[in-house]
């Protein structure tokens, strides 16, 4: 690509076919869009090539990381895979899923013409869409117009939010609650954008662990808070209907930035305030 | 099959009458004993087929969703997938006959038999997603009892299939019924319906109960009342 005296962090989108240009200079930051055809190997953004870069003018809140680490994809621009679709595009993918559906009808040694399953294929079709929507929706869109300045430097917590997503591993669903809380940098977010941030994040194939990191540093990025912390608490089907059985067990997995990673005390109070009770 | 010839009560008066007009409007069900099996004794290759299409599917609807089949974490979901779904599935490959044959024994007991609590996940045929629960099973043994043990891989059985509710709960109580010919059968099953949770109506703390109730169950209601309060599931 081409070579300027500021400094340039080349990131590109393996999913779309175009690639953005950040340029940071110390005052300003322009995008530039290029088309261009990448091979695909990942769905999430990777930094392909770093000369250098700095970020300490970068009005990023999170001050305590270094600032010479390259500039990480940014949770809030990732573009939806399915944000682009049609109608049209949307009915061919419902369509295709129900002629896989028939054929796992078939193959499991079903009668796919008895009356219970003659739907079947096209209901579980519109199930598997509805558990995907996530894919469907940017988080930008979502949060952006429910930022409000506010003089607020209690910790926020909204916790227990249920929450219901697609192991990608098997394709089972796994289920249970999300606490979040964050310390405000005089900016707050709307409550109930912190369960559409779940909703967009779990409504995918996911792996509990990145499921958490998502949520985390989503609203991390959109208000840039003093610290953010999040924790994830789930039933796996594909536990507990197969392989190893074991009925009573849960995953837990957290995230925790900023001060609640420094700071025990700020961790403690939100581990004592979020807590997520047995369901 | 012996509908009540005794009675364990002696309250009802018109036992008689009420068996007569119950057998009137009982529908003539197939035996559930000797049901055949989709998948009964196949053979390597065949099962090697079927997860061979599966997987194809699963691989066609990885893309449909409109993620990248190629990355990392997705590259063997189709064939996890598969064999989880065989796995749901597995009992098209058991025959009830062939599970409780050996487990049905002699005994002088009569009174009622409970095992409640027991665990059960099976897949809505509707939406093939899964379904869970507890299912609490009872019966009035008429000089034979059934393994207990053997009771809870009836309920495998049927559950690890596509189901409706309703159908699992009739199948669970007439095969025991046809197994062990007792004076009479309760089965309640108590579900949360994930099609029902995570999609469509959204209501997250609903749950579904189907009973069956055949037999002495069925015509004494103080023998089903007793069943209610011995056999509640517990909350889960």
Same mark, same amino acid.
């Given at each position: ?96 899923? /129900? ?12 009668? $796919? ?6 739907? %079947? ?16 929706? +940017? ?33 089972? $669903? ?17 409550? +109930? ?8 994040? /779990? ?45 009573? /067990?849960?995953? %837990? ?18 581990? +004592? ?7 | ?21 119950? =057998?009137?409007?009982? @529908?003539?069900?197939?035996? @559930?004993?000797?049901? &055949? ?17 599966? =997987? ?14 190629? #990355?990392? &974490? ?38 009622? @038999? ?6 059960? *996940? ?11 629960? =507890?299912?609490?099973? &009872? *019966? ?9 043990? =053997?009771?809870? #891989? ?20 007439? !095969? ?20 029902? @949770?995570? #999609? ?20 004494? !209601? ?15």
């Amino acid at each position: 690509m081409t070579s300027q005296s500021t400094d340039i962090v080349f990131i590109d989108s393996t999913t779309s076919r175009e690639c953005h240009l950040f340029e940071f200079t110390s005052k300003l930051r322009t995008i530039m869009k290029v088309n261009q055809d990448l091979p695909h190997d990942s769905v999430n953004l990777t930094v392909r090539s770093v000369k250098s870069c700095t970020c300490s003018n970068h009005d990023n809140g999170d001050s305590d990381r270094t600032t010479n680490a390259p500039r990480k994809y940014s949770v809030l621009d990732e573009k939806a895979l399915r944000e682009d679709d049609t109608k049209l595009v949307r009915d061919q993918r419902v369509q295709t899923m /129900s002629r896989s559906y028939e054929i796992i009808l078939e193959s499991i040694g079903e009668d $796919p013409t008895r009356q219970g399953l003659l739907k %079947t294929p096209k209901r579980a079709a519109e199930a598997l869409v509805f558990f995907t929507k996530g894919y469907e929706q +940017s988080i930008r869109e979502i949060v952006s117009d429910a930022i409000f300045d506010e003089d607020c430097e209690n910790m926020v917590v909204v916790k227990e939010i249920d929450m219901y997503s697609l192991c990608e591993h098997h394709m089972v $669903p796994f289920f249970g609650k999300v606490s979040v809380g964050y310390l405000p940098n005089k900016r707050v977010l709307g409550l +109930s954008k912190i369960a559409r941030i779940v909703e967009v994040f /779990s409504r995918r194939l996911q792996v509990q662990e990145r499921l958490t990191r998502q949520i985390a540093e989503a609203i991390a990025e959109a208000i840039k808070p003093r610290g953010v912390a999040v924790i994830v608490e789930c039933l796996h089907m594909c536990m507990i209907m197969r392989g190893a059985q074991k009925v009573n /067990s849960r995953t %837990t997995t957290s995230a925790m930035l900023g001060v609640f990673r420094e700071d025990p005390k700020s961790r403690e109070e939100f581990l +004592s305030l979020g807590r997520i009770n047995p369901f | 099959m012996a509908h009540l010839s005794e009675s364990s009560n002696n309250d009802d008066i018109n036992m008689n009458n009420l068996h007569i007009e119950d =057998k009137k409007n009982d @529908v003539r069900r197939s035996s @559930v004993l000797d049901e &055949g099996t989709l998948r009964e004794n196949e053979s390597e290759s065949k099962h090697e087929q079927r997860l061979d299409a599966l =997987k194809n599917a699963y691989g066609i609807m990885l893309n449909s969703v409109g993620e990248d089949a190629m #990355r990392q &974490g997705l590259l063997k979901t189709p064939e996890r997938a598969a064999k989880a779904m065989l796995f749901f599935t597995k009992g098209y490959e058991q025959s009830v006959r062939d599970v409780v044959s050996d487990a049905i024994f002699d005994e002088e007991c009569d009174n009622m @038999v409970v095992v409640k609590d027991i665990d059960i *996940y099976s897949l809505c045929e509707h939406h093939l997603i899964p379904f869970f629960g =507890k299912v609490s099973v &009872g *019966y009035l043994p008429n000089k034979r009892v059934i393994g207990l043990s =053997k009771i809870a #891989r009836i309920v495998e059985i049927f559950s690890r299939r596509l189901q409706v509710q309703e159908r699992l709960t009739q199948q669970i109580a007439q !095969a025991i019924e046809e197994a062990v010919q007792p004076l009479g059968v309760g089965v309640i099953v108590e579900c949360v319906h994930m099609c029902m @949770v995570m #999609r469509g109506a959204e209501k997250v703390n609903s749950r579904t109960t189907t009973s069956a109730m055949l037999g002495n169950f069925r015509h004494n !209601a103080k023998t089903r009342e007793e069943f209610l309060i011995i056999g509640r599931n517990s909350s889960f």
